[in-house]
């Protein structure tokens, strides 16, 4: 029987060389071709791209090959190249979509396999479905050019999309300000497509630009994996402190999330930077639009809609959801609490880079250094408290849904549970405007369980009255 390839909140990913094969990609490659001729895309053009994970840019080439033998010209980035850049070529070149070969902040034993619609943002979870139902079965069933051929007959183009990325960024931020502040900012790109961006944006001004784990090294040394959060964010915290920098600004494996770490060598966590980049467009920017949240980021964005009378719209995890909301309402902003912001007047798409220029903008026009920005924050919505346990879990997921849901506990961590939200897993609205969410993984065999509220030190106590809601005892 053939390996089911199922997509994710963000595409499909798998264990290389065990479920992540070439049969098995070239498979999902003929799955996205058919949906696209579906569409009436024969003939057009799709943007391949990939990261530095091993093998990635052999992957890339066998997407090209298939796609080429399916009717479509294929522009293949010449290197390892950023998502949101692979999602801003996409539109650039009129494209009809694109697939980029990531497993983004995943462990190093991990890649996949994303695919992009024609707005370089992802696709909804309809035509996800769709995709995975026109994957065939076995890899024979996939056609396949040599990419040499391609090559030599204009199928498949190599190109630098950093170009017309970069033309863009100076559209959107007055980049000359950042290079004339004259910070010291340090840079963590993760052993991953965020490695020079920040040095070559800001170079040949007073800033200077530190950047650590800035090689290619697909086993991310001195990390768990490519994801912007504590532990894997430590050794640059710490270089953030001994090189006395204003700033730590931290991009993922993919450089489609981003992380900031403060001027005292701590991190702020994403759902503050979240609201700190919307409180920077609303207050700084002056600029007005709808919020997309999904329903894992922080109610201090809803705060923050009052405050500034913008729309809040509420979705389900993932920039599957994500993207197309943001299309539907024109929104200022979009975002996920896995440290993914897109922007108005980019692509919707998680920039990581993008957003790392506006924090450095926000210092700039404030004068303020990331602790003061989180004050002039709080002064506006009052503190908020983060946290996230993610626990494997055994037996079968619909019997532990329904444990979840036959709980209805009346209080979590000591505070009255006011609603139930079931749009993406089971989120208890609690009565200080708090929550907590249990909700499983699309990509790992993993739950999640996360919570938000004004209380610090009700934080670990609504932790653990989720892990027992979802039955587990040895988290």
């Known amino acids: 029987m053939a390996y089911k390839i199922g997509f994710g909140t963000d595409g499909w990913r798998g264990t290389i060389a065990e479920d992540y094969t070439f049969d098995n990609l070239r498979r999902a490659a003929q799955g996205f071709a058919s949906y696209l001729l579906e569409q009436g895309k024969q003939g057009q053009w799709v943007v391949v791209g990939h990261d530095k994970r091993f093998a990635s840019e052999n992957f890339a080439a066998a997407t090209a090959e298939v796609l080429a033998a399916n009717g479509f010209n294929v522009y293949l980035t010449n290197g390892a190249t950023p998502t949101p850049v692979i999602a801003y070529a996409v539109v650039d070149k009129k494209a009809c979509g694109a697939v980029n070969i990531t497993a983004s902040h995943n462990p190093p034993t991990d890649n996949g396999f994303k695919v992009r619609d024609e707005t370089g943002g992802a696709i909804d979870p309809e035509g996800l479905k769709r995709i995975e139902a026109l994957i065939p079965d076995s890899a024979e069933a996939a056609k396949r050019i040599e990419l040499n051929d391609g090559m030599r007959d204009g199928k498949v183009v190599m190109f630098d999309a950093s170009e017309a990325y970069t033309a863009n960024l100076h559209k959107l931020v007055d980049i000359q300000k950042i290079k004339d502040a004259g910070f010291t900012v340090m840079v963590d790109a993760m052993w991953g497509n965020g490695a020079g961006w920040f040095t070559s944006l800001l170079e040949g001004g007073r800033t200077k630009v530190i950047e650590i784990h800035n090689t290619r090294n697909p086993s991310f040394p001195e990390m768990i994996r490519p994801e912007p959060i504590r532990p ?16 730590l600004l931290i991009t993922d494996g993919d450089a489609d999330r981003c992380g900031i770490g ?18 920077y467009l609303l207050e700084v920017r002056g600029q007005r639009g709808a919020i997309v949240k999904t329903l894992s980021t922080t109610t201090m964005l809803n705060k923050l809609g009052k405050l500034y009378e913008v729309p809040v719209h509420e979705t389900g995890v993932g920039f599957k959801y994500v993207a197309p909301k943001m299309m539907e309402t024109d929104a200022m902003i979009g975002g996920e609490e896995s440290g993914g912001y897109a922007f108005r007047g980019n692509v919707p798409e998680r920039d990581g880079i993008l957003a790392g220029l506006y924090f450095l903008d926000f210092m700039v026009r404030t004068g303020k250094k990331p602790t003061e920005l989180l004050k002039m924050l709080f002064d506006k919505v009052g503190e908020h408290y983060y946290d996230r346990i993610d626990t494997p879990f055994t037996g079968d997921r619909k019997t532990r849904e329904q444990l979840i849901l036959d709980a209805k506990p009346k209080t979590i961590g000591g505070l009255k549970v006011t609603e139930l939200v079931t749009i993406d897993g089971f989120q208890f609205r609690l009565e200080d405007g708090g929550w907590l969410l249990i909700r499983f993984s699309g990509t790992e065999p993993i ?16 932790l653990q009255d989720g892990l027992k809601i979802a039955g587990i005892t040895n988290a």
Do not use: P, S, W
């Open 447 to 462: 739950m999640r369980v996360y919570c938000e509220t004004t209380h610090q030190d009700k934080v670990k106590a609504i």
């Open 232 to 247: 894997n964010i430590d050794v640059g915290l710490k270089a953030t402190l001994e090189n006395n920098a204003d700033v």
């Open 262 to 279: 403060d001027e005292k060598g701590e991190f702020i966590n994403q759902l503050r930077v979240y609201a700190l980049l919307a409180l």
